[in-house]
């Protein structure tokens, strides 16, 4: 075989993959308090890649007119995708410094309390989480952590970006980022919010980008 067709051959698996619908497995469901209603979040991801997704339905209560969804990466990319005043479909690319930030270490304090978040409906997974008091300065910040198999940074740093017009309705007291390595997942967060983990189960969620234009 040539070089060229060597080549030909290079892109147009790298083509391929690249249009390669992106396999979303597990869903996160956070319970909040919101004007005195509870109410519940949610987020898809691949442990695998650390990718995550954001739906409107979802994770912005179908607030977010115009926005379908949102894939965050954990190298700090994040896709916005929705549909315009004319139907076509796009995607607009924004990064985050923050969610590449690398902590060592948690920046605060254990305070010797364990709690075990989730449900085990049908086998699914709980999460035993240490109490921490976070330190950013002058203010502090109380919250049960977890050590998690996968980058947690891209969930934290969404709310960060400039020129988004829809914000999650969560994690947005603290830049966590700053303060907790990426592998520690927040499980509850004493707020006015009261984020509260209620589980990790399994799902199949699809995503054909091939289907949405880029734009800056």
């Known amino acids: 075989m040539s070089i060229k067709n060597t080549l030909l051959c290079f892109l147009v698996s790298l083509l391929a993959f690249a249009q390669k619908p992106l396999n979303f497995a597990e869903m996160l469901t956070y319970e909040y308090v919101q004007e005195g209603q509870k109410k519940e979040f949610s987020v898809y991801f691949d442990r695998q890649t650390s990718t995550w997704l954001f739906t409107n339905a979802d994770s912005f209560g179908a607030t977010a007119d115009g926005l379908e969804f949102v894939v965050a990466y954990p190298n700090g990319r994040y896709l916005v995708c929705g549909t315009d005043d004319v139907g076509q479909k796009f995607c607009q690319t924004f990064d985050s410094p923050l969610a590449r930030k690398n902590t060592p270490k948690i920046s605060g304090k254990a305070l010797g309390k364990s709690r075990v978040f989730g449900q085990n409906n049908y086998g699914w ?20 952590a977890a050590t998690v198999p996968f980058d947690c940074r891209p969930l934290y740093a969404y709310n960060s970006l400039l020129g988004i017009e829809h914000y999650l309705p969560v994690f947005q007291q603290m830049d966590y980022p700053s303060y907790l390595p990426k592998n520690q997942l927040v499980l509850f967060e004493q707020s006015p919010l009261n984020v509260k983990l209620l589980s990790i189960s399994p799902t199949e969620y699809f995503i054909n980008l091939s289907e949405y234009k880029r734009i800056k």
């Not at 997974?125 to 109380?142: D, F, H, I, S, V």
């Open 125 to 144: 997974p709980t999460l035993k989480g240490q109490l921490y008091q976070l330190n950013a300065g002058r203010m502090t910040q109380e919250v049960y």
